[in-house]
């Protein structure tokens, strides 16, 4: 079985950063992209950003400015670097990754982790 476990997350003020990490674990045999999504109260889950491997990431147009996404491969660990946070960034962040297990090669499976919650008040 595969996993994702995010951390990073917490109460910040507006105009602060936080750095979200989320690392994927278990039997994977290749890890083809990881992401990031967030959920606000009241409204659906939407991409913030993801990085392909081998490719470039792509970011949603609110937030390209202000949050950069990264991969660790050794580690199967994805960031998310959040600049001038403001309170419309308050949201559940979500970790997901298309990952190949070893059971199932040439299957790709798409794995979420538990989300980490990030509130952006003064």
């Known amino acids: 079985q595969v996993q994702l476990v995010e951390s990073g997350g917490g109460l910040v003020q507006p105009g602060g950063s936080l750095r979200l990490s989320c690392t994927a674990s278990g039997s994977i045999f290749r890890i083809n992209a990881m992401g990031w999504y967030r959920q606000a109260p009241g409204k659906q889950r939407e991409l913030v950003a993801d990085i392909p491997s081998g490719r470039r990431p792509n970011y949603a147009d609110s937030v390209k400015d202000r949050f950069n996404i990264s991969r660790d491969n050794v580690k199967n660990t994805v960031f998310l670097q959040i600049d001038s946070l403001t309170p419309e960034d308050t949201a559940v962040y979500y970790c997901?990754?298309?990952?190949?297990?070893?059971?199932?090669?040439?299957?790709?499976?798409?794995?979420w982790g538990q989300g980490t919650q990030v509130t952006v008040s003064s």
């Open positions: 997901n990754a298309r990952i190949a297990t070893m059971r199932f090669p040439l299957h790709e499976n798409l794995f």
